[in-house]
C-alpha cells in the first residue's frame, strides 16, 4: 500500500503493476515492518487536507496520537480503508461506527485486545474536535465529495485541483 499510494501513480496498467513489484520488494528488503507502517500511516489520507495519523489525531479529536484511547484509535485505523466515506463527520457517521466495530473486532480475531476491551471502546462516547471550515450547507458539501470520490477516486478530488458546479 505504501509503494501503490504512495510512489506510483493511480494507473493500471502492466507496466504499473511491474514497477509496484519491485519497488516493494526493494521497500521491503531495506526497511522492518514497523518502518513501513510508520511511513504508510505517517502519508495515507484521514479525509479532508488531513495526511497522516497525527494530523487526523488533531483534526478529528484535538488531541497527540500518543494520547489516544483504544476506541479513537480504532475509529482513526478504520478511515484509512475509505476516509470520506468512514468519516465520523460526513454524511453517514453510522458507517464509521460500523468499521470501528470492524477494527475492533480484528484487534480481538489478532488477539491485540479482549474481547471486553473491544466492548468498552465499542460503547465509549466519542467527543470529536468541533470542525474549523466555514463550510455551506456542509451535509450537501460531503454528499457531493462522496459522489466525486466514487466516480474519481479520492485522491482527485482531494489534491486534483477539480472545480465543482451544484445547485
Not at 476491551?117 to 465529495?145: G, M, N, T, Y
Not at 466525486?148 to 451544484?166: D, F, I, M, N, P
Amino acid at each position: 500500500q505504501l509503494v501503490k499510494n504512495g510512489l506510483l501513480t493511480p494507473e493500471r496498467t502492466v507496466r504499473r503493476k511491474v514497477r509496484e513489484f519491485f519497488l516493494t520488494n526493494f521497500v521491503e528488503g531495506i526497511y522492518t515492518k514497523d518502518q513501513i507502517l510508520e511511513f504508510y500511516l505517517n502519508q495515507i489520507p484521514y479525509g479532508g487536507s488531513m495526511y497522516g495519523i497525527e494530523a487526523a489525531s488533531e483534526g478529528y479529536f484535538g488531541k497527540n496520537v500518543k494520547d489516544l484511547g483504544l476506541a479513537e484509535s480504532a475509529m482513526l485505523a478504520g478511515l484509512t480503508a475509505a476516509p470520506t466515506l468512514y468519516s465520523p463527520l460526513g454524511t453517514h457517521p453510522e458507517l464509521a461506527s460500523a468499521r470501528q466495530l470492524e477494527v475492533l473486532t480484528k484487534m480481538v480475531e489478532a488477539g491485540s485486545i479482549t474481547k471486553d476491551e473491544a466492548q468498552a471502546a465499542q460503547k465509549e462516547k466519542l467527543i470529536f474536535k468541533p470542525a474549523l471550515l466555514d463550510i455551506k450547507a456542509p451535509h450537501f458539501s460531503l454528499f457531493v465529495k462522496e459522489q466525486l470520490a466514487a466516480k474519481y477516486g479520492l485522491k482527485a478530488v482531494e489534491q486534483g485541483g477539480l472545480k465543482v458546479t451544484t445547485t
